[in-house]
């Protein structure tokens, strides 16, 4: 059973690095035919292809492409009035003769809408009738019988992915226009959430000038309930941080320092971040550098201390 199964994804995969060679010519047509286009990419098929074109429709859609999906059998009995002349449509077909596909031809061309094919035959119908051809063909599908579509389904839809992503790549598509599209759950969460945000947990930021003492630094630390505060020169700017384990290790030696200026024992130059940044950047940056507190700042001047532990109740992970 496991080698069976082993076998499908090896298959699988030995199909989909062949289709590096699909990044042709053609491929880069499509490319600058959507960048230089003023309608949505319409995504078409039947059957399990249908499917296909369904989840590359939503992967286009959600990087910047507007696309959407119409049922190639719905298409012959009136949704082919959601297709505009300024259109691009892509339509799949592994053989390239799928008769609901063939049937909607001639209208697609008389809309005035691009016809692409995405097909696994280079000289089918849908082939010839077609502006620009994206050949997703395989040597054999992973099927043992060779009869259900896999190698060939799954060859089509990584050549959406890798569509939508260049597309998204050179639209210049960043992680907010992301958060934009898909603001529901944890994800949206994670690209909506920022900084600032994160600060209203706990609303501390505990600061003190580079003159005090490490004692009552210690207190301005008790008092907020954080493990650690800024240190600011006389104009209010950052100079660095000192954290409650800086203490502790200084302890372990004498008490003494404990009446010096905070300054002496500091760490200077700490990583900061600004506000506006997305609270999922901060976390990646406190897991780098393996720090609990990080100061935020704006124009130089600390504005609040993010903890680590706000970042995990805030769901930011």
């Known amino acids: 059973m496991s080698a069976e199964a082993r076998e499908v994804l090896a298959v699988e995969a030995k199909s989909i690095l062949k289709l590096q060679e699909a990044i042709d010519d053609e491929f880069v047509c499509l490319v600058k035919l959507i960048l230089k286009s003023q309608g949505r990419i319409i995504l078409i098929g039947v059957g399990k292809s249908g499917l296909i074109a369904r989840k590359i429709a939503a992967t286009l859609s ?14 012959s009995h009136g949704d082919l009035g959601m297709i505009t002349e300024e259109d691009i449509v892509i339509a799949i077909s592994n053989s390239g003769e799928t008769e609901e596909v063939l049937a909607l031809l001639s209208s697609i061309k008389r809309i005035g809408a ?9 000289d089918s119908t849908l082939a010839k009738y077609s502006d620009i051809v994206i050949f997703s063909g395989v040597e054999e599908e992973a099927c043992p019988h060779g009869l259900a579509p896999t190698a060939s389904t799954t060859a089509a839809m990584a050549l959406g992915d890798a569509l939508a992503i260049a597309l998204s790549s050179l639209r210049g598509f960043t ?6 599209y898909h603001p529901g759950g944890n994800l949206g969460r994670r690209l909506l959430t920022r900084v600032k945000d994160v600060l209203e947990i706990r609303g501390q930021n505990p600061v003190v000038g580079s003159n005090t003492t490490v004692k009552e630094t210690l207190f301005t630390m008790t008092d907020s309930k954080m493990g650690s505060a800024s240190v600011v020169d006389q104009g209010g700017l950052l100079i660095g941080i000192i954290t409650d384990g800086d ?16 300054a002496e024992v500091m760490t200077s130059n700490p990583t900061t971040i600004s506000g506006d940044k997305l609270a999922s950047e901060a976390l990646r940056v406190m897991e780098e550098k393996e720090i609990n507190d990080l100061p935020v700042v704006e124009e130089g001047r600390p504005v609040g201390m993010l903890n680590f532990q706000d970042l995990l109740r805030a769901k930011i992970f």
Do not use: C, N
Not at 247 to 262: A, D, M, N, Q, Y
């Open 62 to 75: 959600s990087t910047g492409s507007p696309s959407f999906f119409v049922h190639a059998g719905e298409a």
């Open 247 to 262: 203490i502790r290790r200084h302890l372990e030696k004498s008490s003494s320092f404990l009446e010096r200026p905070v």
């Open 114 to 122: 691009h016809l692409v094919a995405l097909t696994g035959q280079r």
């Open 175 to 180: 992680p907010e226009d992301f958060a934009l």
